[in-house]
């Protein structure tokens, strides 16, 4: 399976941001100042993304890809748009990074002796806890 990096590669050039008024507790600073963060990033349209990363990144955020074709990611949990805007690179960097990520492959193991025996014991232990619900027979 192919290893994707994304070592050396800018997005920075792709990503398109726009800014808003954050929701919820804040008092005047919300009300008054856009401090949310919103990055959009095509990825269709990408010239640092390989036609597989595309496709296996369309597969593994389709639930975050809107109709368009837009990865949209959302920052508004610091009180400046600055630090928003470092937030939501962020966190789109360990997304892309995350799910061009090979999985790795199960080797299927068998239960351990010891492991057995347990199962075996809390069996017996439910059977016999069984057992004693039962009426006594005359």
Known sequence: ??????AGRDFT????????RSSGPGGQ?????????????????SFLLSETEKILLME?????INKEGELVMVSQSERTQLKN?????????????????PRKKRKP?????????????SKR????????RLKPNP
């Open 1 to 6: 399976m192919n290893s994707f990096s994304l």
């Open 13 to 20: 050039p792709e990503l398109v941001f726009s800014a808003s």
């Open 29 to 45: 600073n919300v009300n008054k100042v856009s401090t949310k963060m919103e990055l959009r990033f095509h990825i269709m349209n």
């Open 60 to 64: 593994k955020l389709g639930s975050r």
């Open 85 to 101: 805007k470092e937030a939501v690179i962020e966190k789109f960097y360990a997304l892309i990074s995350k799910a061009l990520k």
């Open 109 to 121: 193991t068998r239960p351990t002796a010891a492991a057995r025996e347990k199962r075996l014991e």
């Open 125 to 132: 232990m439910n059977a016999q806890k069984k057992e004693q």
